[in-house]
Protein backbone atom coordinates (compact mmCIF):
# COMPACT_ATOMS: atom_id res chain seq x y z
CA UNK A 1 0.00 0.00 0.00
CA UNK A 2 1.32 3.64 -1.00
CA UNK A 3 0.58 6.45 1.41
CA UNK A 4 0.35 9.52 0.07
CA UNK A 5 2.88 12.19 -0.04
CA UNK A 6 2.69 15.02 2.01
CA UNK A 7 1.58 18.26 0.93
CA UNK A 8 3.07 21.43 1.93
CA UNK A 9 0.15 23.75 3.46
CA UNK A 10 -0.79 26.18 1.53
CA UNK A 11 0.68 29.61 2.59
CA UNK A 12 -1.62 32.49 2.90
CA UNK A 13 -0.43 35.98 3.21
CA UNK A 14 -1.83 38.39 4.98
CA UNK A 15 -1.64 42.31 6.22
CA UNK A 16 -4.35 43.83 8.78
CA UNK A 17 -3.76 47.30 10.04
CA UNK A 18 -6.81 49.40 11.90
CA UNK A 19 -6.52 53.00 10.54
CA UNK A 20 -8.09 56.15 12.16
CA UNK A 21 -11.23 57.56 9.73
CA UNK A 22 -9.06 60.76 8.33
CA UNK A 23 -8.01 61.63 5.21
CA UNK A 24 -4.65 61.15 5.91
CA UNK A 25 -4.88 57.75 7.63
CA UNK A 26 -6.27 56.95 3.67
CA UNK A 27 -3.02 58.32 2.28
CA UNK A 28 -1.53 56.04 4.84
CA UNK A 29 -3.40 52.96 3.51
CA UNK A 30 -2.18 53.42 0.00
CA UNK A 31 1.56 53.94 1.24
CA UNK A 32 1.26 50.46 3.81
CA UNK A 33 -0.45 48.66 0.96
CA UNK A 34 2.05 49.57 -1.16
CA UNK A 35 4.81 48.64 0.94
CA UNK A 36 3.43 45.56 2.10
CA UNK A 37 2.83 44.52 -1.74
CA UNK A 38 6.80 45.37 -2.24
CA UNK A 39 7.48 42.66 0.69
CA UNK A 40 5.51 39.95 -0.76
CA UNK A 41 7.62 41.17 -4.18
CA UNK A 42 4.27 41.22 -5.88
CA UNK A 43 4.57 42.24 -9.70
CA UNK A 44 4.28 46.32 -10.88
CA UNK A 45 1.50 45.58 -12.20
CA UNK A 46 -0.41 44.30 -9.63
CA UNK A 47 0.96 46.68 -6.85
CA UNK A 48 0.02 49.37 -9.00
CA UNK A 49 -3.55 48.32 -9.74
CA UNK A 50 -4.05 47.57 -5.88
CA UNK A 51 -2.59 50.75 -4.73
CA UNK A 52 -5.43 52.51 -6.53
CA UNK A 53 -7.96 50.19 -5.45
CA UNK A 54 -6.73 50.99 -1.67
CA UNK A 55 -6.75 54.36 -2.42
CA UNK A 56 -10.50 54.20 -3.64
CA UNK A 57 -11.71 52.13 -0.73
CA UNK A 58 -9.53 53.69 1.82
CA UNK A 59 -11.22 57.39 0.40
CA UNK A 60 -14.80 55.99 0.69
CA UNK A 61 -14.08 54.45 3.79
CA UNK A 62 -13.33 57.57 5.20
CA UNK A 63 -15.89 59.92 3.56
CA UNK A 64 -18.91 57.39 3.56
CA UNK A 65 -18.43 54.62 5.99
CA UNK A 66 -17.31 57.33 8.99
CA UNK A 67 -18.98 56.97 12.35
CA UNK A 68 -17.96 58.79 15.22
CA UNK A 69 -15.26 57.07 17.30
CA UNK A 70 -14.81 54.10 14.55
CA UNK A 71 -11.95 53.03 12.83
CA UNK A 72 -11.51 51.32 9.67
CA UNK A 73 -9.39 48.24 8.77
CA UNK A 74 -7.48 47.70 5.79
CA UNK A 75 -7.11 43.64 4.91
CA UNK A 76 -4.50 42.43 2.05
CA UNK A 77 -4.47 38.54 1.88
CA UNK A 78 -2.67 36.86 -1.24
CA UNK A 79 -3.69 33.15 -1.86
CA UNK A 80 0.23 32.17 -3.86
CA UNK A 81 -1.30 29.09 -4.94
CA UNK A 82 -4.25 30.35 -6.32
CA UNK A 83 -2.33 33.65 -7.53
CA UNK A 84 -5.30 35.90 -5.97
CA UNK A 85 -4.72 38.99 -4.41
CA UNK A 86 -7.61 40.31 -1.88
CA UNK A 87 -8.04 44.01 -1.01
CA UNK A 88 -10.65 44.97 1.62
CA UNK A 89 -11.76 47.65 3.45
CA UNK A 90 -13.97 47.15 6.44
CA UNK A 91 -16.14 50.01 7.89
CA UNK A 92 -18.31 50.80 10.39
CA UNK A 93 -21.34 51.95 8.33
CA UNK A 94 -23.34 48.74 7.55
CA UNK A 95 -26.18 50.86 6.92
CA UNK A 96 -24.66 52.72 3.75
CA UNK A 97 -23.95 50.47 0.79
CA UNK A 98 -21.36 51.51 -2.15
CA UNK A 99 -23.86 52.47 -5.29
CA UNK A 100 -23.42 50.07 -8.15
CA UNK A 101 -21.12 52.41 -10.68
CA UNK A 102 -23.22 52.75 -14.04
CA UNK A 103 -26.17 52.93 -12.66
CA UNK A 104 -26.45 56.67 -11.74
CA UNK A 105 -23.85 57.95 -13.96
CA UNK A 106 -21.84 60.93 -12.34
CA UNK A 107 -22.55 64.56 -13.31
CA UNK A 108 -19.59 65.45 -15.89
CA UNK A 109 -18.56 68.14 -12.83
CA UNK A 110 -18.98 65.94 -10.04
CA UNK A 111 -15.76 66.02 -7.66
CA UNK A 112 -16.69 62.52 -6.99
CA UNK A 113 -18.70 59.50 -7.86
CA UNK A 114 -16.05 57.67 -9.99
CA UNK A 115 -13.99 55.52 -7.36
CA UNK A 116 -15.85 51.92 -7.77
CA UNK A 117 -15.61 52.73 -11.73
CA UNK A 118 -12.24 52.81 -11.42
CA UNK A 119 -11.95 50.29 -8.64
CA UNK A 120 -14.69 48.18 -11.21
CA UNK A 121 -11.68 48.74 -13.93
CA UNK A 122 -9.01 47.76 -12.19
CA UNK A 123 -10.13 44.63 -10.50
CA UNK A 124 -11.13 41.71 -11.88
CA UNK A 125 -13.87 41.42 -9.29
CA UNK A 126 -15.13 43.18 -6.45
CA UNK A 127 -18.16 42.96 -4.14
CA UNK A 128 -19.38 44.13 -0.04
CA UNK A 129 -19.69 42.04 2.96
CA UNK A 130 -21.64 42.58 6.05
CA UNK A 131 -20.76 41.18 9.10
CA UNK A 132 -21.22 41.73 12.69
CA UNK A 133 -23.22 45.13 12.98
CA UNK A 134 -22.92 47.88 12.27
CA UNK A 135 -19.66 46.68 10.19
CA UNK A 136 -19.29 46.37 6.27
CA UNK A 137 -16.05 45.36 4.24
CA UNK A 138 -15.94 46.03 0.67
CA UNK A 139 -13.21 44.20 -1.10
CA UNK A 140 -11.36 43.48 -4.56
CA UNK A 141 -9.80 40.97 -6.13
CA UNK A 142 -6.72 40.98 -8.36
CA UNK A 143 -5.48 37.82 -10.69
CA UNK A 144 -1.61 38.23 -9.63
CA UNK A 145 -0.87 34.58 -11.58
CA UNK A 146 -1.29 36.27 -15.23
CA UNK A 147 1.01 39.08 -13.97
CA UNK A 148 3.55 37.01 -12.25
CA UNK A 149 4.01 34.89 -15.31
CA UNK A 150 4.11 37.61 -17.79
CA UNK A 151 6.65 40.20 -15.08
CA UNK A 152 9.20 37.46 -13.64
CA UNK A 153 8.90 35.03 -10.64
CA UNK A 154 6.45 35.80 -7.14
CA UNK A 155 7.78 34.50 -4.19
CA UNK A 156 5.67 33.27 -0.82
CA UNK A 157 7.95 34.71 1.77
CA UNK A 158 7.02 37.53 3.49
Same mark, same amino acid.
Not at 11 to 23: C, G, H, I, Y
Given at each position: ????????? !??? =?????????????????? =????????????????????????????????? @?????????? =????? @???????? /????????????? /???? /?????? $???????????? =? $????????? !??????????????? @????????????
Amino acid at each position: MNAPAPQRP !ATV =LTFVQPLSATRRAARLAR =LLATRQLEVWQMSPGVTERAEQIVAELASNAVL @HGRAPGRDFR =LTLTF @HPAAGILR /VAVTDARADRFPL /VPGR /VPPLPD $AESGRGLLLVTA =L $ADRWGMDLS !APPLKTVWAELEARA @HQQANGPLTDEA
